[in-house]
């Protein structure tokens, strides 16, 4: 089976602070994204890269980046949090552009 | 500019009561459609992926079907455990990302 998971299911942190969010697929997959996900608004893409050391801006990549050094692993970055930016995020990875995806468990960030 | 909607929004079924869900898309060349289940606090889970219009995919009691312009998750005789949010997605012919839905919340009372 396919597993992408995601360092955190919950963190609480404070306003300005630099927040990192882990994910690691043990699939092989090119393609890795970051998604949020808030009520009412779906599931909307921050970022995604198709390649190590690759990354392309999603719809909502303000106040984020993202880093990808190994194939496998995936990392969100809060530079500044802020409680807008409270919400779940959701990691996914797929092998080639017209498969699905497929998600980790989520981590439910707070920031306060 | 890719757009998915779906309905309704939230959905109450008696266990073993049949219905079907919608999904409508917008998408600039239609590279595949995708429905998920997702339990509460938890990822989206694959179910299907449909690529061009009149095809069908079964799974237990769920059916996913396609048309040009929408696809319709048929659920017959749910039960409690079918509750949750389906999501539907679509990816272009262009672009990689998924586009999502907003998803229809089902829940099946025994």
């Known amino acids: 089976d396919v597993k992408v998971t995601q360092s955190s299911r919950y963190l609480v942190k404070r306003t300005g602070e630099k927040v990192f969010l882990e994910c690691v697929q043990d699939m092989d997959h090119e393609n890795m994204f970051w998604y949020r996900q808030d009520p009412g608004l779906g599931l909307r893409l921050i970022y995604f890269s198709y390649d190590v050391k690759m990354k392309e801006k999603g719809d909502i990549p303000e106040g984020y980046s993202v880093s990808r050094e190994k194939k496998e692993r995936f990392s969100l970055i809060l530079e500044s949090a802020s409680t807008n930016q409270t919400s779940m995020y959701l990691c996914?990875?797929?092998?080639?552009?017209?498969?699905?995806?497929?998600f980790g468990q989520g981590t439910r960030l707070t920031v306060v | 500019e890719d757009q998915v909607t779906q309905s309704p929004e939230a959905l109450r079924l008696q266990e073993g009561e049949s219905s079907s869900l919608n999904c409508s898309y917008t998408v600039s060349g239609l590279r595949g459609l995708f429905w998920y289940r997702q339990d509460p606090g938890k990822g989206p889970e694959f179910l299907f992926t449909?690529?061009?219009a009149g095809e069908e995919k079964e799974k237990e009691r769920l059916k996913a079907t396609l048309t040009k312009k929408e696809s319709f998750l048929h659920i017959t005789a749910p039960k409690p455990e079918d509750s949750a949010t389906y999501l539907c997605?679509?990816?272009?012919?262009?672009?990689?990302?998924?586009?999502f839905g907003t998803g229809t919340r089902l829940l099946v009372s025994p």
């Open positions: 449909l690529y061009s």
């Open positions: 997605a679509v990816r272009n012919t262009g672009f990689q990302k998924l586009v």
């Open positions: 996914a990875s797929s092998p080639i552009i017209d498969t699905e995806a497929f």
